[in-house]
Nanobody
């Protein structure tokens, strides 16, 4: 079992920045690919960014490329999402997720492949 706890959400003006953190406990963190997803009201959960357990593979959805950066610190069992140049359309509940893998550079953008999820943190971007 892996427990995931997100933090760092909040209210920010358009153009501002936030850094989300996701602290993991339980199973060995370094064997998990990690992903960030988001869900806005009335919309399906969508992939935002993912990182392999080595950090060697990183994937972003097109709408956040150049603005968001995912990273991880395996020594601290934490994955981060640095969000810059935020837009009102980034408003959503953000979730981190973990997928057990023994492939060093594996990362997926499909939510159904992830094994564990955090409770989510609200990000609201005002115009």
């Amino acid at each position: 079992q892996v427990q995931l706890v997100e933090s760092g959400g909040g209210l920010v003006q358009a153009g501002g920045s936030l850094r989300l953190s996701c602290a993991a406990s339980g199973h060995t963190f370094s064997t998990y690919a990690m992903g960030w997803f988001r869900q806005a009201p009335g919309k399906e959960r969508e992939f935002v960014a993912g990182i392999s357990w080595t950090g060697g593979s990183i994937v972003y959805t097109d709408s956040v490329k150049g603005r968001f950066t995912i990273s991880r610190d395996n020594a601290k069992n934490t994955v981060y999402l640095q969000m810059n140049s935020l837009k009102p359309e980034d408003t959503a509940v953000y979730y981190c997720a973990a997928e057990l893998t023994y492939s060093a550079d594996y990362v997926r953008d499909v939510p159904t492949t992830y094994d564990y999820w955090g409770q989510g943190t609200q990000v609201t971007v005002s115009s």
